[in-house]
């Protein structure tokens, strides 16, 4: 069965770097694109950009290009979102999804970004 | 950016009561519509794709209707675990959007 699992929680402190892993089974990891969303505390949902596993190319939203990298490791069937120069507002819960009608997500990890 | 407009924003519904959601979007996004179910502290729940495609192993009383910009998510006889928030997203043209989400609530 298809299944994503993410990183777990991290503090970090203002302008300071996350770096969230993802690692998934069950399908073939090069065959789908992963996208990584965000949701702040009592919010609603905002998407960040995706990555092609198999080729390692990228698209990042406008409002995070230039602070976010997504990378990949196909060995280990896993991608990993950075977003660098933390504010308070980058405090949220970080999923990725598989495809583009995110079909399959991770548990989410918890990014808190404080003094 | 394309906005999703969703609406209502809540909702108050009965075991049993069929409901339905709507969702606009600024522009036409042809059929590329998703939903999904959050539930409080989990991972939202793809319910349904390409507007009107049901996800495998979703209840068959979920329903997804509409093409273009006006779309509407069903649900027939409520059961007690579908109360929670739903979003609709479009995935027509980048970035990808959300609607802001419609908490369904017991009445």
């Known amino acids: 069965q298809v299944q994503v699992v993410q990183s777990g929680a991290e503090v970090k402190k203002p302008g300071a770097s996350v770096k969230v892993s993802c690692k998934a089974s069950?399908?073939?990891?090069?065959?789908?694109?992963m996208h990584w969303v965000r949701q702040a505390p009592g919010q609603g949902l905002e998407w960040m950009g995706w990555?092609?596993?198999?080729?390692?190319?990228?698209n990042y939203a406008q409002k995070f290009q230039g602070r976010v990298t997504m990378t990949r490791d196909t060995s280990i069937s896993t991608a990993y979102m950075e977003l660098n120069s933390l504010t308070s507002d980058d405090t949220a819960v970080y999923y990725c999804?598989?495809?583009?009608?995110?079909?399959?997500w991770g548990q989410g990890t918890l990014v808190t970004v404080s003094s | 950016d394309i906005q999703m407009t969703q609406s209502p924003s809540s909702l108050s519904a009965s075991v049993g009561d069929r409901v339905t959601i709507t969702c606009r979007a600024s522009?036409?996004?042809?059929?590329?519509l998703a939903w999904f179910q959050q539930k409080p502290g989990k991972a939202p729940k793809s319910l349904i794709y390409?507007?009107?495609n049901l996800q495998s192993g979703v209840p068959s009383n979920f329903s997804g209707s509409g093409s273009g910009t006006d779309f509407t998510l069903s649900i027939s006889s409520l059961q007690p675990e579908d109360f929670a928030t739903y979003y609709c997203?479009?995935?027509?043209?980048?970035?990808?959007?959300f609607g802001q989400g419609t908490k369904l609530e017991i009445k």
């Open positions: 999804a598989r495809s583009s009608s995110l079909d399959y």
């Open positions: 522009q036409a996004i042809n059929h590329y």
């Open positions: 990555i092609n596993p198999n080729s390692g190319g990228t």
């Open positions: 390409d507007a009107s």
């Open positions: 997203q479009q995935y027509n043209s980048y970035p990808y959007t």
């Open positions: 069950g399908y073939t990891f090069t065959g789908y694109y």
